[in-house]
């Protein structure tokens, strides 16, 4: 069981409702300027190579627990022949809060694959950041049935906006596939929350995507 005991001092609450808003919305919009050409010509790859959207989105949980739509680049086929037992299996490992990812999955596309070794499909969430659903630093936004099982957890999350990096994609990305496996990592950032922690995570992310472990 995990104790919501989290001691909030007062520099952080105000880094986390003033400060780190403005930080998020300035190096969103940036960012979208910088990417803009990488996210266009991943837009027209995606278009060329296979039927379907540019983007996926779907329902993650955000601050205070509230719903939002989580944009990615799609990277699957959107006509693939997906068997009912692949989508009961799968839907199964995701309600046990087990992060299931296969190299070799037959469901994406070779564009996808390269957009998701690269990270390039996760570029879409910074206009997440700039509607304030998600931050640039943060928990992993995970799908609501995720964290049915772990209440407690769910609770001391959703405390925090979700961030397109963050302590676990830093330093755990590549070897933890458990929603459990994150609380430490989720723990340790929420508990700790200040801007030389995010601009420390941001500059770890670098190197976290040139490995790019786990990222298939």
């Known amino acids: 069981m995990i104790e919501n005991n989290l001691d909030y001092n007062l520099e952080q609450n105000k880094y986390l409702t003033t400060f780190k808003r403005y930080f998020d919305f300035v190096l969103a919009t ?34 205070n627990g509230e719903l939002f739509n989580c944009y990615k680049f799609r990277t699957m086929y959107n006509d693939i022949n ?9 839907s199964k490992l995701m309600r046990l809060g087990i992060l299931d990812k296969t190299k070799n999955d037959k469901r994406i596309t070779k564009v996808g694959f390269f957009l998701r070794k690269t990270s390039i499909d996760e570029l879409p969430q910074l206009f997440n950041v700039l509607f304030g659903q998600m931050s640039m630093i943060g928990p992993r936004p995970l799908i609501p049935f995720m964290l049915e099982p772990f209440p407690d957890l769910k609770q001391i999350r959703c405390t925090v906006l979700p961030g397109i990096t963050g302590m676990w994609q830093v330093k755990g990305r590549g070897k933890n596939r458990t929603v459990l496996d994150m609380i430490n990592y989720d723990l340790e950032y929420i ?3 200040s801007f030389i922690l995010d601009i420390r ?5 670098i190197p976290a995507l040139f490995k790019t472990d786990g990222a298939y």
């Open 201 to 205: 995570i941001l500059f770890l992310t």
């Open 30 to 63: 940036i960012s979208i300027i910088i990417s803009a050409p990488i996210m266009l010509l991943a837009a027209a790859a995606i278009i060329f190579s296979s039927k379907g959207p540019i983007f996926f989105n779907q329902f993650r949980v955000g601050l």
């Open 82 to 90: 997906y068997s009912v037992n692949q989508k009961r299996g799968d």
């Open 191 to 193: 508990t700790n929350v």
